[in-house]
């Protein structure tokens, strides 16, 4: 009984697993916000409550509680690392 009691307890984070795989890759990504707005940019740090997406140089924080949803975006993503080139 004891090994059902630990099995309930490990809680599997999805979104954790996602956003280390999407920030160790470095690829370009599309944060789809509930207004509708497009965020594009490489993940930088992530928390329970926020992601820090970097593009052009610059660097955005976007709650959480304001995603839609992440994909992965087409192309190299090269010309978003780059500030104002």
């Known amino acids: 009984m004891e090994q059902g009691q630990d099995r309930s307890k490990v809680s599997v984070n999805v979104q954790d697993s ?3 795989a999407l ?3 470095g690829r370009p990504i599309h ?7 497009r965020v ?5 740090r992530f928390d ?3 992601l820090i997406v970097e593009s052009h140089g610059l ?7 304001a995603i839609a949803t992440v994909c992965l975006a087409r ?3 090269d010309h978003l690392a780059q500030s104002g080139e």
């Open 18 to 20: 996602f956003f280390y």
């Open 23 to 25: 920030r160790r890759d």
């Open 31 to 37: 944060v789809y916000l509930l207004t509708g707005k």
């Open 40 to 44: 594009t940019g490489i993940l930088k």
């Open 48 to 50: 329970r409550y926020a």
């Open 59 to 65: 660097e955005h924080l976007v709650y959480k509680h």
């Open 75 to 77: 192309g190299d993503g």
